[in-house]
């Protein structure tokens, strides 16, 4: 009874000790989302809406538009200022139907992915109009954002208005004709978190056609924000190492399909950065994709000439570092 067909439930109720329990019941959830089949899925996602709409969605300030490739049903996005609602109690037991939901996809479709009725899973994400709830909420505040992101990562094919999100992430103004307030800036300066789920969904979005338009409307805003990320990922020490990876193969993937723009704005402290991991003693995935990136950028004169002399302070580095070695010996 945490949400009913039409998203009502424990946590919809008038009264205070129903929702406390309801809240009790969606800790263990988020714990062991197992416990959450495709219906309860569905019946989450109606609830987060349900939520929404009667919360900050009921007032202006609304921005609707509508998903292409989504059908003739539920394919209205509804984009609204959630940062003071994410505070109050509806709002977090709304983002932490939300959590439910994300943990319960990522469980069935990515770590138990060999599953046979992983199928029902993506076909209650749809049932409950998951585009439509998490694609707006990616530029919403963190609570929202990590576990659409991760929805998102989650479902194995994306449609095409889901290029949406990856443009919120890249700083671009959506929706594009009425931009509505984004906190994904703050998000990603801020939370490790939302760095892992941002790189998490580019990695998986970065061969189709949204996220590559986006790289020829505007290749130096995309690289600068793409640098920012995966620099920020780097620094965020060995529990985002998944994180990492993600980001070199979309970077890999640019220089395979889209090199212009990397050539011309790759940055020093990224070059130098590739040419530190390819120079890995053992050919694991992150020098792999360093070697990769690097033959395209050197492929660039001046791109060539950086990573030339960055090479050169490599060797001298490490000349310096026997010297010292043998004085001490």
Request: glycine share 10%; hydrophobic share 40%; with cysteine.
């Amino acid at each position: 009874m945490l949400a009913s067909f039409d998203g009502t439930g424990f946590l919809t109720s008038d009264e205070k000790k129903c929702r406390d329990l309801g809240a009790l019941f969606l800790e263990k959830v988020v714990k062991e989302p197992s416990m959450l089949s495709p219906t309860d899925v569905t019946n989450l996602l109606v609830g987060v809406q349900l939520m929404i709409m009667y919360g900050p969605g009921s007032g202006s300030g609304v921005t609707s538009i509508t998903l292409e490739g989504l059908g003739n049903v539920g394919c209205t996005g509804r984009y609204m200022e959630l940062e003071s609602w994410a505070n109050t109690e509806d709002g977090r037991h709304a983002a932490h139907m939300l959590e439910a939901v994300a943990k319960a996809l990522e469980y069935r479709l990515v770590k138990h992915s060999h599953e046979l009725g992983k199928g029902e899973y993506e076909a209650a994400f749809t049932a409950g109009y998951g585009w439509t709830v998490c694609i707006p909420l990616v530029q919403g505040p963190a609570v929202f954002a990590e576990s659409a992101m991760t929805c998102m990562a989650s479902v194995p094919s994306m449609p095409s208005c889901g290029s949406a999100s990856l443009g919120a992430i890249m700083g671009f103004p959506t929706p594009e004709n009425s931009p509505a307030t984004s906190c994904m800036k703050q998000g990603l300066a801020s939370s490790p978190a939302v760095r892992a789920c941002a790189a998490k969904l580019l990695s998986k979005s970065v061969t189709g056609e949204g996220f590559m338009s986006y790289l020829s409307k505007d290749g130096m805003k995309c690289v600068t924000e793409l640098v920012r990320l995966i620099t920020n990922v780097s620094l965020d020490g060995k529990s985002s190492l998944e994180s990492l990876h993600d980001m070199l193969y979309v970077f890999y993937q640019i220089a395979q399909h889209m090199p212009d723009p990397l050539c011309k704005h790759a940055t020093e402290d990224l070059m130098s950065m590739l040419v530190g991991l390819s120079r890995a003693p053992v050919e694991d995935a992150p020098a792999f994709y360093a070697k990769g990136i690097l033959s395209t950028l050197k492929l660039n004169s001046s791109c060539n000439k950086v990573i030339k002399t960055i090479l050169s302070r490599f060797e001298a580095g490490r000349g310096a570092d026997a010297e010292a070695v043998l004085k001490a010996n």
